[in-house]
């Protein structure tokens, strides 16, 4: 298990006043989802800024970190824990995992963890091997991926340093089965090989890729904004990019943009 | 009387009189006969606002003379955020956003999106058994009602205009069902995580089954018109092939990859929702062309209405959304005079009697269920393709990351495949077989 991590943003605004969060508490013993922080996005004077004092002040209803429910704390990330599967992992997948391994001809160092979650199994994959091992997933025998089904990101924003993943949906239509690669580059040398010669379906998803997170993918025969206008600036859904919006009158009260309003850890 | 000149415009008689053939005056001397822009290629606009590219899709085309030799797509117009504003909202509210995607298709998207939310909280069991029946039951007339559509537009974007009214026509029954059943027409948000916002209505259930009586002769008289038409089969035989090699390298799923001949159907292959228990078959043809589509297409609609008749026949009375008082939503909704809300005997229960239910509810509809971290994908058979969805959760009542993989999006892909060496009007006609929503290409 991997331990659970503090957002990286500190508030500077924070007043001194406030508790520092101990991280010596024993938080990490549940295992799962307490973790101490300081209220990201906060404003001075609004209620219920200051983490409480003590664990009898967080109330019910699962409240854990700060104990805000207030909601103006901001929003919390954490990372779901990678963990490694043991083998056997049951199923199909020992087969997809040794069947790679094998393919790969000693190359299995290119799987840097396996993940069985869910009934579902996740390979992550070393950043620049990700077009050879597509190639193997597809081309292999006893692997025979023909279809990607799905190329996205996801921004692990403060809980990981290569922070953004690139997650590849394989499907094999021979034995029907379906497969998760992940690859993780962080958002200095966002650059990956393009797989786009192995899945020419794979063409428009990095675009995609590319225009929401700013995952460049090198090889790619032309790596231009899909989505959003050419000249956009920024990477809309990295998670340091603001959701926007405006706030809007309903009836005599004024309601602030989604990403500002009140809401719970 | 004098001759007439007939330089520019020689004459002849017939019984009629004299007839004129009148011709372009001295362009043959001019131009000698070429055609000036014979080797000249010709960039065309087309769209994003036109009629015939089927949404708010963009082609820029080259041509030579009346052959493209080139069309790129360029999509984007209709995206809004959806999967960025769903980070903002809680999880139950998600299927409201979600629903807006494919708009001709929102019972899929809500489906794809609490089959995710429900693996994810490993419910997935425990959704009852009438929840289950009338999502397939919901599925399969969304399906019918996008194929109308599909129909209606492809046939008046291919010169059949009586085909659109007749298409539109038949689908508004079926909006009529999903309105008795979710108060909405469109943008229903009826499938929710864990179940259903409510049960369906025995006047939803009656009108239902007139329309598996009446489609079928309807279905008769659109086949009369299309079949054999002359013009029909002229604009989709042989027109924007595309083999099963080009559609698994495009990644293109659903009819149109069964029209190639591939009968690869997530209800079959990888089934969901229990449609393993169900009968019908998954119609293909190996031409590969827009007209096989076509067939495909309509041979889809019988078998959907096969899945209706049973759903229909297997709906037993029960509750329509787990027993978790943690996740499943604390109230029966019910449709008011100003829309869908809370049901006034719940209203009545929080409000005058039990203190308990007005926190519980309090606390689930603010703040949310939490879903225990880690990821998940799904993907079901939407009437486009493999609708999938990868949900990722950080353990919050919020969704960390919500992508969908929108079947219109990656088969509008094929278009260039399908149109480039072809002419002009077959663009038209590939582009309407790909059946591409722009909601949901854009997202």
Redesign the interface.
């Known amino acids: 298990m991997t331990a659970p991590i503090s957002p990286s943003s500190p508030n500077g605004a924070l007043p001194d006043a406030a508790p520092p969060p101990a991280p010596s508490e024993p938080e990490a013993q549940s295992g799962?989802?307490p973790v101490s922080a300081q209220p990201v996005g906060a404003q001075t004077g609004a209620p219920a800024e200051f983490p409480p004092a003590s664990p009898s002040q967080r109330g019910l209803?699962?409240v854990h970190g700060t104990g805000d429910?207030s909601g103006f704390g901001g929003?919390?990330?954490?990372?779901?824990?990678i963990v490694d599967a043991q083998p056997p992992y049951g199923s199909y997948f020992d087969e997809v995992v040794d069947g790679l391994r094998e393919a790969l001809h000693g190359g299995g160092t290119a799987i840097e963890h396996v993940v069985v979650?869910?009934?579902?199994l996740?390979l992550h994959i070393e950043p620049e091997r990700i077009a050879d091992v597509c190639q193997v997933m597809r081309d292999d025998e006893a692997l025979r991926f023909?279809?990607?089904?799905?190329v996205?990101?996801?921004?692990y924003l403060g809980t990981d340093a290569h922070r953004l993943h690139v997650?590849y949906?394989l499907?094999s239509?021979t034995y029907?089965r379906?497969v998760?690669l992940e690859t993780a580059v962080s958002a200095e040398d966002p650059t990956l090989p393009s797989i786009t010669g192995v899945?020419?379906?794979?063409?428009?998803?990095e675009r995609?890729t590319y225009d929401m997170f700013g995952v460049v993918f090198t090889g790619h025969p032309g790596l231009t904004?899909?989505?959003?206008?050419d000249d956009w600036e920024g990477y809309?859904?990295r998670k340091d990019y603001p959701?926007g919006g405006v706030p809007v009158e309903y009836k005599g009260a004024e309601i602030p943009p989604?990403?500002q309003r009140r809401?719970?850890? | 009387m004098t001759e007439p000149v007939t330089e520019y415009a020689p004459s002849r008689e017939t019984t009629e009189g004299r007839v004129f053939t009148v011709t372009g005056g001295d362009w043959y001397e001019t131009f000698g006969g070429e055609d000036p822009i014979h080797d000249e290629r010709i960039v065309v606009n087309l769209g994003p606002q036109h009629p015939s590219t089927h949404g708010v899709l963009r082609l820029v085309l080259e041509l030579e003379g009346e052959t493209v030799t080139d069309v790129r797509p360029v999509?984007?117009y209709l995206?809004t955020?959806i999967?960025?504003?769903l980070?903002?909202?809680?999880w139950v509210q998600g299927s409201t956003f979600v629903t807006r995607m494919d708009y001709l298709s929102p019972i899929f998207n809500e489906t794809g999106y609490a089959l995710a939310v429900e693996?994810?909280l490993?419910i997935t069991d425990q959704v009852p058994a009438r929840a289950n029946t009338i999502r397939v039951l919901m599925m399969e007339l969304n399906r019918i009602a996008s194929h109308l559509v599909w129909l209606a537009t492809t046939g008046m974007e291919l010169g059949a205009i009586s085909m659109m009214l007749y298409g539109f026509r038949e689908r508004e029954y079926i909006l009529d069902i999903f309105e008795l059943t979710s108060g909405l027409r469109m943008n229903h948000a009826y499938v929710r995580p864990g179940g259903l916002a409510q049960d369906m209505p025995a006047e939803a259930i009656e009108k239902a089954r007139w329309f598996l009586k009446y489609l079928p002769k309807k279905l008769k008289e659109y086949e009369d018109m299309l079949t054999e038409q002359v013009i029909w089969l002229e604009r989709t035989k042989g027109v924007a092939v595309l083999d099963v090699t080009g559609c698994?390298?495009?990644?293109?799923?659903g009819p149109v990859l069964r029209s190639a001949g591939?009968p690869?159907d997530l209800r079959k292959?990888?089934p969901y929702c229990g449609y393993e228990t169900y009968e019908f078959d998954v119609p293909s043809r190996t031409a590969g062309d827009v007209y096989a589509r076509y067939e495909v297409r309509l041979a889809e609609i019988r078998e959907s209405l096969k899945l209706v008749e049973q759903a229909l026949d297997r709906l037993e009375p029960g509750p329509v959304m787990v027993a978790d008082q943690k996740i499943a939503w604390p109230a029966q909704l019910a449709i008011g005079v100003d829309g869908m809300g809370n049901s006034l005997e719940h209203v009545a229960k929080i409000m005058g009697q039990s203190m308990e239910s007005l926190i519980h509810h309090f606390?689930l509809v603010?703040?949310?269920f939490?879903v225990?971290?880690?990821?998940?994908?799904v993907?079901i058979e939407s009437p486009r393709g493999?609708l999938?969805v990868?949900a990722?959760?950080?353990?919050?009542?919020?969704p960390?990351?919500v992508?969908y993989?929108d079947p219109s999006?990656?088969n509008?892909?094929a278009l260039p495949a399908m149109a480039e060496g072809a002419l002009l009007a077959d663009v038209i006609a590939g582009g309407a077989s790909l059946d591409p929503v722009m909601g949901g290409v854009?997202?």
């Open positions: 799962s989802l209803f699962g429910t929003l919390l990330r954490r990372r779901p824990a979650d869910r009934g579902e996740t023909e279809l990607c089904s799905s996205s990101g996801v921004d997650v949906q499907t239509m029907r379906r998760r899945y020419p379906t794979a063409d428009w998803q995609e904004r899909i989505l959003m206008p809309p859904q959701l989604p990403d809401s719970y850890q | 999509v984007g995206h955020g999967e960025k504003n980070e903002f909202r809680n693996k994810l490993g698994l390298a495009l990644g293109v799923t591939l690869w292959t990888m606390k603010t703040e949310g939490r225990p971290p880690g990821q998940v994908y993907g493999e999938g990868h990722v959760s950080d353990g919050g009542t919020r960390y990351r992508h993989r999006f990656v509008l892909q854009d997202r």
